[in-house]
């Protein structure tokens, strides 16, 4: 798990391929440094993988020339930490760790490497910064978080559907997905909705906890969980066979077949993490110097083609505010 595999060697507009190994800065062809960045990602779905895509063009618009060992989870915190403590090994000059378990990973393997992280929720409940304006220590990063997505979805559950019952599917082992489950119920109380939760532990337990939920809601809310929002395509069916409104954190799950989502692009917060990377790999910032960004921008984006599937007309007034894709 821990040999170099073949990365993105960046620099400038320019972008290579290559493979290596060692230890420390290299410089490349042009003479300046090149650095070694372990990359770790919970799971593959699509909202990580723009993240991860978003970080390298962060870099990239940085000028910054860097070498990239890719690593992916498949879902086990073992093997978070398995990844994380290979890099520490192989002495990379940065981790960027892409979801909660794997900047917690990170963290617990070292605290002198630099640490940026990309979709994590809330950061302090993690235990990964004291606070968000000042981490301290060894890393920093973004949110994927606005702070209003909970609170606007909520209202245009309450304000624009029928029935009271909203059932949210989320992984309770993950800290990142706790603290949005906490959120969503306080919102969804005020707001006089009821929320109906069933929790997995893994995404093939996805399926059958969303059919568990035939019956006893009227709508479902998936928000940014890892584990749920790679097998998006199981409650998807669901909500369609059953005409039940599917609302979803991010506007990738959108693109995958959730009705709607007040969402930002991955690509943005992840591109806000490589251009942090780049300050700390240049010497300019240390990364607990560095304040912890939420995203910048918030839309309401509805899917056509999953409002027909699961029977819900678009309203004239959604039309004005929303982007609307198929």
Same mark, same amino acid.
């Given at each position: ?10 620099? *400038? ?19 300046? =440094? ?32 860097? =070498? ?34 794997? +900047? ?62 909203? *059932? ?86 959108? +693109? ?49 083609? +999953? ?20």
């Amino acid at each position: 798990m821990n040999k170099w595999t073949k990365g993105w060697l960046i620099s *400038g507009a320019a972008v290579l391929m290559l493979a290596g190994c060692g230890g420390g800065e290299e410089t490349n062809e042009s003479g300046g =440094e090149t650095y070694k960045i372990g990359v770790s990602q919970f799971v593959e779905h699509p909202s990580l993988d723009k993240a991860y895509e978003g970080f390298k063009k962060g870099l990239e618009e940085a000028g910054v020339t860097a =070498e990239f060992n890719e690593q992916t989870a498949q879902g086990d915190q073992n093997n978070n930490q398995t990844i994380a403590n290979n890099f520490v090994s192989d002495d990379v000059d940065l981790i960027f760790a892409n979801s909660t378990p794997s +900047a917690t990973a990170a963290l617990n393997a070292t605290k002198d490497i630099p640490i940026v992280f990309t979709s994590v929720t809330d950061p302090v409940a993690a235990g990964l910064v004291k606070d968000t304006e000042k981490p301290g220590g060894n890393v920093t990063g973004t949110i994927d978080l606005h702070p209003d997505a909970i609170t606007n979805t909520v209202k245009f559950m309450a304000e624009q559907f029928d029935g009271k019952n909203v *059932g949210v599917i989320y992984n309770a082992g993950e800290q990142n997905s706790v603290a949005q489950a906490e959120a969503v119920e306080k919102v969804l109380t005020d707001n006089g909705l009821k929320m109906v939760p069933v929790t997995v532990s893994t995404s093939s337990e996805v399926k059958q906890a969303t059919e568990s939920l035939i019956g006893k809601v009227d709508m479902f809310y998936i928000f940014t969980d890892n584990t749920v929002v790679s097998a998006l395509e199981s409650v998807v069916q669901v909500a369609n066979k059953e005409d039940l409104p599917l609302f979803v954190g991010e506007k990738d799950s959108v +693109a995958r077949g959730g009705f709607a989502a007040y969402g930002f692009d991955y690509e943005d917060i992840g591109m806000e993490a490589g251009k942090m990377a780049a300050q700390i790999l240049k010497g300019e910032k240390k990364a607990g110097d560095l304040p912890v960004l939420p995203p910048q921008n918030l839309k309401l984006v509805i899917n056509e083609t +999953a409002a027909k599937e699961m029977n819900i007309e678009i309203k004239e007034e959604w039309k004005a505010e929303a982007e609307l894709v198929k």
